[in-house]
């Protein structure tokens, strides 16, 4: 079974609608969580970190669920820019650097005008 | 700040040949990784460094893939010999230390093996 699982997309959505992607990981003893943007032929960039109370970053909104594993992002009013892979990203380690992260396969997010 | 560079940003090569790719990480970053990254995967770690010593290789294709950080700063991942199955973008990230927070990735080099 994969560390971190994600669906695919794609997911085409219309400006200024909302979106959100979920990703389930395998690992009970992972400790930190993430979302990470990738666009197109571009390198990872970290989009946000996801804590079990929830976080929040403007338009965007991190859940975590530990007892059922599973991690969520929520994107309001979607924007061209917005356009990208969206990866979800589990460490081992209580820090990004601690242990590994293992990405999932990422999510694809087109926002059509 | 200048970011992680990389190079060459893209190479093709036969397979059996050799390649190898080059890392220069953000200044005074003490942790740097190689990941490879396969059309529409996301990354998987080959090899983790602190300083110039190796934290983390379990997944570095060792019959095939070598890495080194000899004085800490610089890093090269070699593959020798090339296989099909090796064509992917090789990022390099690096970050301030063991316990610090962002991993800063490279453009990555684009290998495509023929």
Same mark, same amino acid.
């Given at each position: 079974? %994969?560390?971190?699982?994600?669906?695919?997309?794609?997911?085409?959505?219309?400006?200024?609608?909302?979106?959100?992607?979920?990703?389930? /990981?395998?690992?009970? &003893?992972?400790?930190?969580?993430?979302? /990470?943007?990738?666009?197109?032929? %571009?390198? +990872?960039?970290?989009?946000?970190?996801?804590?079990?109370?929830?976080? !929040?970053?403007?338009?965007? $909104? &991190?859940?975590?669920?530990? *007892?059922?594993? /599973?991690?969520?992002?929520?994107?309001?009013?979607?924007?061209?820019?917005?356009?990208?892979? /969206?990866?979800?990203?589990?460490?081992?380690?209580?820090? $990004?650097?601690?242990?590994?992260?293992?990405?999932?396969?990422?999510?694809?997010?087109?926002?059509?005008? | 700040?200048?970011?992680?560079?990389?190079?060459?940003?893209?190479?093709?090569?036969?397979?059996?040949?050799? =390649?190898?790719?080059?890392?220069? +990480?953000?200044?005074?970053?003490?942790?740097?990784?190689?990941?490879?990254?396969?059309?529409?995967?996301?990354?998987?770690?080959?090899?983790?460094?602190?300083?110039?010593?190796?934290?983390?290789?379990?997944?570095? +294709?060792?019959?095939?893939?070598?890495?080194?950080?000899?004085?800490?700063?610089?890093? $090269?991942? %070699?593959?020798? +010999?090339?296989?099909? !199955?090796?064509?992917? =973008?090789?990022?390099? *990230?690096?970050?301030?230390?063991?316990?610090?927070?962002?991993?800063?990735?490279?453009?990555?080099?684009?290998?495509?093996?023929?």
């Amino acid at each position: 079974r %994969k560390e971190v699982e994600q669906d695919p997309g794609p997911f085409n959505v219309p400006e200024g609608a909302t979106v959100a992607f979920n990703c389930t /990981y395998s690992n009970s &003893a992972s400790q930190s969580f993430f979302w /990470y943007r990738q666009d197109c032929r %571009k390198e +990872p960039k970290l989009l946000m970190s996801v804590y079990s109370s929830g976080n !929040e970053d403007g338009r965007f $909104t &991190a859940q975590l669920n530990r *007892a059922s594993q /599973y991690i969520s992002l929520l994107i309001r009013d979607s924007k061209l820019s917005d356009s990208a892979t /969206y990866l979800c990203v589990v460490s081992r380690g209580r820090q $990004t650097g601690a242990n590994n992260l293992f990405f999932g396969t990422g999510t694809r997010l087109t926002v059509i005008p | 700040e200048a970011g992680v560079a990389q190079s060459p940003r893209y190479k093709i090569i036969e397979k059996r040949q050799s =390649v190898a790719f080059w890392c220069n +990480p953000i200044s005074g970053h003490a942790t740097l990784y190689w990941y490879q990254q396969i059309l529409g995967q996301g990354p998987k770690l080959l090899i983790q460094f602190q300083n110039n010593g190796v934290v983390d290789d379990s997944q570095l +294709p060792k019959d095939r893939f070598s890495a080194e950080r000899l004085k800490g700063v610089d890093s $090269t991942l %070699k593959i020798q +010999p090339a296989k099909l !199955e090796d064509s992917a =973008v090789y990022l390099c *990230a690096s970050k301030l230390g063991f316990r610090s927070y962002e991993q800063y990735f490279g453009p990555g080099t684009r290998l495509t093996v023929t």
